[in-house]
């Protein structure tokens, strides 16, 4: 089993920025990229960022391109999320999940990713 435990969210104004943690019990041979999710109320879960474990290469989903960045500490087996010129429509349930197939790049889809953590809550008010 590979646990995640999520870390970092809590409530700030718009324009405001949070980093968002996420360490994993495991790594090497266990998962092979990292992903940030989110979900507001009435909404499904969607995309947020991605990062691959082995050279760092990222994906982000166009609606927080410029203002989030992903990265990992592979020392630590953690991915961080920044969020920066947070805006109150980024309010949402933050997750972190895992994905353990080798892909040659990140992947958006739910399906693919088989660990998830209990999610924070990122409120950004107006």
């Known amino acids: 089993q590979v646990q995640l435990v999520e870390s970092g969210g809590g409530l700030v104004q718009a324009g405001g920025s949070l980093r968002l943690s996420c360490a994993a019990s495991r790594r090497t041979f266990s998962t092979a990229a990292m992903g940030w999710f989110r979900q507001a109320p009435g909404k499904e879960r969607e995309f947020v960022a991605g990062?691959?474990?082995?050279?760092?290469?990222?994906y982000y989903a166009d609606s927080v391109k410029g203002r989030f960045t992903i990265s990992r500490d592979n020392a630590k087996n953690t991915v961080y999320l920044q969020m920066d010129s947070l805006k109150p429509e980024d309010t949402a349930v933050y997750y972190c999940?895992?994905?353990?197939?080798?892909?040659?790049?990140?992947?958006?889809?739910?399906?693919?990713?088989?660990?998830w953590g209990q999610g924070t809550q990122v409120t950004v008010s107006s």
């Open positions: 999940a895992a994905d353990v197939t080798w892909r040659p790049y990140v992947t958006t889809t739910r399906g693919a990713y088989e660990y």
């Open positions: 990062i691959k474990w082995s050279d760092g290469s990222t």
